[in-house]
């Protein structure tokens, strides 16, 4: 089975999806799983992962709602308050929808790079684990110091890192980088989705030499079982069509053998988040 282990979904909204800005007008619409679904279709993927681009309960509700509604959404990353002093009863709640995997919270936004190291919001990492909930490490370079710290605290809890750290594909900066993600990729229980890459890259002017160093990188570090394909469509589609996405991955784990390119492709991504 080939999922897509990250894409979202929204009924867009100037003011709350006000990151959407203007020279990304092409996403600047709604996108529902009735847009998704023969966009999958024609690209051979089987099912996805729909991940939260809003930081709500309201978000993470709308998600379920249509992942209830469209089986070939497997699993949800949503979102829910983890510093919050209510946070275990939410997790109780959560515990009733079976397409709920996990949560994800905005870190690339927070503007104190070690956020994710407070004490407040490790609390409720640590509450994750019991029901066995995923997290999706969401950050950009500059914060990968506190994730190196992070990761350490959590040998137990299952990690991803989204869209490899955005690195830097526009410059060609790599060696600090490829430092923290090889430190992180020591601790077995992160995995590293590929994806988001060629939004990170000049939207106009990439071609797949753009991202083979990086994914050399990851490859090497975290090896073909902990890397997993994602398109992160609709928000790729400002610097590319959902094949050329999915081609880039494709294309560029040829060389390894069909069990290991299964693995990538979504034996990973279902055994990660549990989907069935």
Known sequence: MIIDSHQHFWKYHPVKDAWITDDMKVIQDDFLPHNLLPVLQQNGVDACVAVQADQSEEETQFLLDLAAAHPFVKGVVGWVDLRAENLEERLQHYTQFKTLKGFRHIVQGEPDPAFLLKEGFCKGIR?????????????Y?????????????????KLVIDH??????????????EESMRTIAASSNVYCKISGLVTEAD?????????????????????PQRLMYGSDWPVCLVAGQYAEVKGLVTDYISRLSKTEQAAIMGGNAAAFYDLV
Request: a negative charge; glycine letters at 4%.
């Open 127 to 139: 509450a994750l684990q019991p029901y066995n909930f995923t997290y999706d490490i969401l950050v």
């Open 164 to 177: 490899m750290a955005k690195p830097y594909c526009k410059t060609g900066d790599i060696a600090v980088w």
């Open 141 to 157: 370079p500059i914060q990968l110091p506190a994730v190196e710290k992070f990761v350490q605290l959590f040998p137990q809890q």
């Open 203 to 223: 939207w106009q002017n990439w071609t797949a030499d753009t991202f083979k160093p990086y994914l050399d990188v990851v490859l090497e570090a975290y090896g």
